[in-house]
């Protein structure tokens, strides 16, 4: 790459604020990697069993499910800087506490579910501010795009160290230093807050109560047929695609027959290829044409999911496991781009808090799903069943995409997005 597509790529570094956030979020992001491999290992070695390493994946998400949209109306009223601090600060004593009951011996499943609804509760409010915190960072629109695939970026790195990093800590010290160094890391993203300079919000003048501007989010997302298909497809895509993921430890220790060294390789080979995913969305000068990208990727995600449930070699299994990476972090961050481009500013918290409701509340029913099904008729078919439904919903997305080119085109072209 040359250098002007080097400075095209990382364009949205040259703003301060987003610079701080990304440099903070890239050592947190790691530490976050870390614990998530870490903690389902260790669930899989307390219990075997792979009910209930869905089940943790689903008490950990759930709060995602419920609380998200009341979390995206505070999200267009309060300031979005002072609840990330707040919310980053209550993740970082979930993982000192996850820390000292491992190292002290004494965790159990049970402190783990615990904790893990705990800290979904908290990812429930930092989620959608998260996502609608991006545009007070980043002052052009035109970077806005630039800046969410940048983000997806230094997520998919964190996913390519961090899992590797836990592997082998795991097998050499436990898991509980995973949890302590996860602690330590978020020490990063709370000092970078703090130094940002983030100019006051005003208020919303109507001062709606939580349910009526609740509703008027709803309503506003579910009459816009752009944003209504995107997030229907992101939460069938939740709800089916990533239960490879989910189980990955069964297909470590099981299929693949290897330890905690396995797993990490495998998440790390997922963040290898949604890296590359992610370099490729932010070499792109503009959001024209990324519905578009959304079906193809999801074909690249249902067939590579399909060829891993029948897989039973470790390289093979990691080629797979990277192309999946890459097609389910081109539709995911396509459609955070093409929804952040076409939301009106005013509803941007609440259409965020939908996003991650279909991202990420949609989850944890299909870890209760996915670990439900796997003791039933094992990991393999689980996925395999998961990939075909992948394939089904590009094919349905394919084809609603002329209707949502025409409704989004004249959208584009009042925003000034298309000469």
Not at 76 to 85: A, E, G, L, N, P
Not at 128 to 138: A, G, H, K, L, T
Request: with cysteine; charged share 10%; glycine share 10%.
């Amino acid at each position: 790459m040359n250098t002007y597509g080097l400075k095209t790529s990382f364009r949205a570094l040259r703003y301060r604020n987003y610079r701080l956030f990304f440099g903070g979020q890239a050592i947190s992001l790691i530490g976050t990697w870390m614990q998530r491999v870490a903690m389902s290992w260790l669930v899989y070695r307390l219990t075997n069993s792979a009910f209930l390493l869905g089940m943790v994946g689903f008490v950990g998400l759930i709060p995602t499910f419920l609380l998200v949209p009341i979390a995206g109306v505070l999200a267009d009223r309060w300031s979005r800087h002072r609840i990330m601090v707040v919310t980053q600060t209550l993740a970082m004593i979930q993982a000192f506490t996850l820390a000292l009951l491992a190292i002290a011996g004494l965790i159990t499943v049970w402190h783990i579910i615990a904790l893990s609804i705990f800290l979904g509760v908290v990812n429930a409010f930092d989620t959608p501010v998260r996502q609608s915190f991006v545009v007070e960072m980043v002052e052009g629109k035109e970077d806005l795009g630039n800046a969410i695939a940048l983000n997806s970026s230094i997520f998919n790195v964190a996913q390519l160290v961090g899992p590797s990093v836990a592997g082998v800590l795991v097998a050499v010290v436990g898991e509980g230093m995973c949890f302590l160094l996860n602690a330590l890391s978020f020490i990063a993203v709370i000092g970078a807050l703090l130094a940002m300079k983030v100019p006051h919000r005003e208020a919303d003048p109507e001062k709606k109560n939580v349910l009526q501007g609740l509703k008027e989010g709803f309503t506003y997302a579910y009459e816009s047929i752009p944003i209504r298909t995107i997030l229907l497809m992101l939460s069938l895509i939740s709800l089916v695609g990533m239960s490879y993921t989910t189980l990955m430890p069964i297909f470590a220790k099981d299929i693949l027959r290897g330890g905690p060294d396995t797993l990490g390789f495998l998440m790390a080979s997922t963040g290898v290829g949604a890296l590359i995913g992610a370099a490729y969305l932010a070499s792109r000068k503009g959001t024209i044409g990324l519905g578009r990208q959304i079906p193809l990727a999801i074909v690249v995600l249902g067939v590579s999911v399909i060829a891993f449930s029948l897989s039973r070699n470790l390289w093979l299994s990691l080629v797979l496991v990277l192309f999946a990476g890459l097609g389910r972090i081109v539709q995911t961050a396509s459609s955070n781009t093409v929804l952040q481009t076409i939301v009106d500013e005013d509803k941007r918290g609440r259409v965020m808090s939908f996003y991650a409701m279909s991202f990420m509340g949609m989850a944890p029913f299909g870890n209760l799903i996915a670990g439900s099904l796997a003791s039933t008729i094992g990991a393999p078919n689980t996925v395999l069943l998961c990939g075909l439904a992948c394939l089904v919903g590009a094919l349905l997305f394919a084809r609603r995409l002329p209707s949502l080119r025409a409704a989004v085109r004249p959208i584009y072209a009042r925003m000034e997005a298309v000469t």
